[in-house]
């Protein structure tokens, strides 16, 4: 996908904080980038390279971020990002369902706690070693 970059309009980010996964989108990466292409990231802050970001941003090397999620969260009140151009902020909410999310997560709950109870493996189960 690095490769490619310079192909899209839209980079979207939704991937989980791994080691392998940390500033998967650096100085390089940006470079790479259309000057007229947007990031979205709606995984975890430390996805993008903050640094890089907020120069690319400043030297209009890409048209513009939004960003669901920063690092650290939240942001100091005098973190440069909050003025960069064309940075657009949202709480950390994309994975939420205003309608839905409650009874999704107790449903899921009910299910394991049965699935537990009876000796068989649980969906949605964490993986230590993979970091989610």
């Not at 309009?9 to 007229?36: H, N």
């Not at 394991?112 to 969906?123: E, S, T, V």
């Amino acid at each position: 996908w690095r490769e490619r970059l310079g192909e899209f309009d839209w980079v979207f980010l939704a991937a989980p904080a791994t080691s392998e996964s940390r500033a998967m989108i650096g100085e390089a990466e940006l470079k790479a980038m259309k000057p007229s292409a947007w990031i979205v990231n709606v995984g975890r802050g430390d996805l993008i390279d903050q640094d890089a970001l907020i120069e690319a941003l400043h030297k209009r090397r890409i048209a513009g971020a939004f960003l669901d999620t920063v690092s650290p969260e939240p942001l100091p009140p005098d973190h440069p990002l909050w003025t960069a151009p064309n940075a657009i902020l949202s709480m950390h909410l994309s994975g939420r369902s205003q309608t839905l999310m409650f009874s999704r997560a107790t449903a899921l709950f009910v299910d394991n706690l049965a699935a537990f109870m009876a000796g068989r493996p649980l969906r949605n189960q964490v993986d230590l070693a993979a970091g989610y």
